[in-house]
C-alpha cells in the first residue's frame, strides 16, 4: 500500500462530523494524526467531548484529541443545537468518554504537527468553522508549506445559504477565518452545499447502515435519524444532505468528485450577507483562482464507500 496520508481533522461534532470521523477512522489510506475540537455545533466543551465519544465509539481511545477555540475570531459565537441537539451528538445514547482530552491546545498542536513534518506532508480536514487553521496560519506562516492541502466543507452558491439565506453555517460562524484560510496560498478544496446537497440521506442508506448489526451501523443509523429530521422538514426531501464525510471520501476517492479552481471570496462586512462565500464558477472576474471548488459527486458512489468502510468497524 502506498504511504498513508497523514491528516489532522478539525471538526464540531455534529452528527455529520462523527460520521466523517468514523469513515477516517476505517480508512487505512489515512493515518489521523490528531483530532482538533472547535466550537461550533455546540459549544467546546462539548464538542471536545463528542470528539472523544466517537473515537471511542471506533475503538480508537489512542487518537489524540484537542481542544481549540471556543469563539470565532471577531464574530460572536452561534450555534446550532436546533440541528444537533442539546449535547450535538443527539440520536444514540453514547457513553460518558474515559478517554482524557490531551493537555494543551489544538492550535500548538496543529503548529507543533507542521513544525515536525515535510514539506507538503499532512492534509487539514476542516469539519466545521475554520476557526483553529486561521489561528494556526496566523502565529505560524512559515510553516504553511508543510501543508499538502486544506479540505474544507462549507459555503455554497447555487444552493445558497443553510443558515441565513446567503450564508452556510461552518462560514457564516467564522467568515473572518474562512477568507484567511481561502487565501493562505496553499492549496484549498472546499465542499459546499452545492455538493453536499445531492448526498442525502435516504431510508434505503439508512437502514443499510442499522443493517450492519454492529455498535458502528447502530449509532450511525440513530445518528442520521436524528440529524437529518430538521432539514427533510425545511428541504421537503427524503432525508437530509449528509455533509462533512464528503471531506473525507474526497481523500479516498477523487474521482466521484467534479469542480473548478476558481475564485472565492468570503464577505465580512455586510450583516446582510455574512459568511457568504462569493464564488466565481462563471469565471467574469480576474480574481486569484483560489479555492478548487467541488460541485458534483457521484452520490451512489459517495454511499458505497461510506458504507463499505463502516461496515468495517465492529
Ligand atoms: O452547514 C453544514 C456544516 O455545518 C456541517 O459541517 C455541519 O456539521 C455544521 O458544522
Ligand atoms: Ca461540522
Not at 450555534?79 to 442539546?86: I, P, Q, R, S
Not at 478517554?99 to 507538503?120: R, S, W, Y
Amino acid at each position: 500500500m502506498a504511504a498513508r496520508r497523514k491528516i489532522i481533522i478539525d471538526t464540531d461534532p455534529g452528527q455529520d462530523d462523527a460520521v466523517a470521523i468514523l469513515l477516517a477512522l476505517a480508512s487505512p489510506e489515512l493515518e489521523v494524526l490528531g483530532i482538533t475540537a472547535v466550537a461550533g455545533n455546540v459549544p467546546l466543551a462539548l464538542t471536545e467531548k463528542n470528539a472523544r465519544k466517537i473515537c471511542e465509539l471506533a475503538g480508537r481511545p489512542d487518537i489524540p484529541v484537542y481542544a481549540g477555540a471556543a469563539q470565532p475570531l471577531v464574530r460572536k459565537l452561534v450555534t446550532a443545537e436546533y440541528v444537533h441537539g442539546k449535547t450535538g451528538l443527539d440520536g444514540p445514547d453514547l457513553p460518558e468518554p474515559t478517554m482524557p482530552l490531551q493537555p494543551g491546545h489544538a492550535v500548538d498542536f496543529i503548529i507543533e504537527t507542521l513544525d515536525a513534518a515535510a514539506e507538503d506532508e499532512i492534509t487539514l480536514c476542516a469539519l466545521g468553522p475554520l476557526t483553529n487553521i486561521a489561528l494556526a496560519l496566523n502565529r505560524a506562516p512559515h510553516l504553511a508549506g508543510r501543508i499538502r492541502e486544506i479540505v474544507s466543507m462549507g459555503g455554497g452558491l447555487f444552493e445558497g445559504g443553510n443558515t441565513t439565506p446567503a450564508a452556510e453555517f461552518n462560514i457564516y460562524v467564522d467568515p473572518h477565518a474562512a477568507q484567511a484560510v481561502f487565501h493562505c496560498g496553499r492549496p484549498v478544496t472546499l465542499h459546499p452545499l452545492d455538493l453536499t446537497h445531492q448526498c442525502l440521506t435516504t431510508r434505503e442508506r439508512v437502514d443499510a447502515f442499522r443493517a450492519m448489526g454492529t455498535r458502528v451501523g447502530t449509532a450511525t443509523a440513530e445518528l442520521l435519524d436524528f440529524f437529518e429530521r430538521f432539514d427533510e422538514q425545511k428541504y421537503g426531501t427524503e432525508g437530509g444532505p449528509l455533509h462533512d464525510p464528503n471531506v473525507i471520501a474526497w481523500l479516498l476517492a477523487p474521482e466521484l468528485y467534479s469542480g473548478r479552481q476558481i475564485n472565492v471570496e468570503v464577505e465580512t462586512g455586510s450583516e446582510l450577507t455574512m459568511g457568504m462565500t462569493v464564488a466565481d464558477w462563471w469565471r467574469v472576474t480576474d480574481r486569484p483562482r483560489n479555492v478548487h471548488y467541488m460541485r458534483y459527486v457521484d452520490e451512489a458512489g459517495f454511499y458505497a464507500l461510506l458504507t463499505e468502510r463502516l461496515a468495517r468497524l465492529d
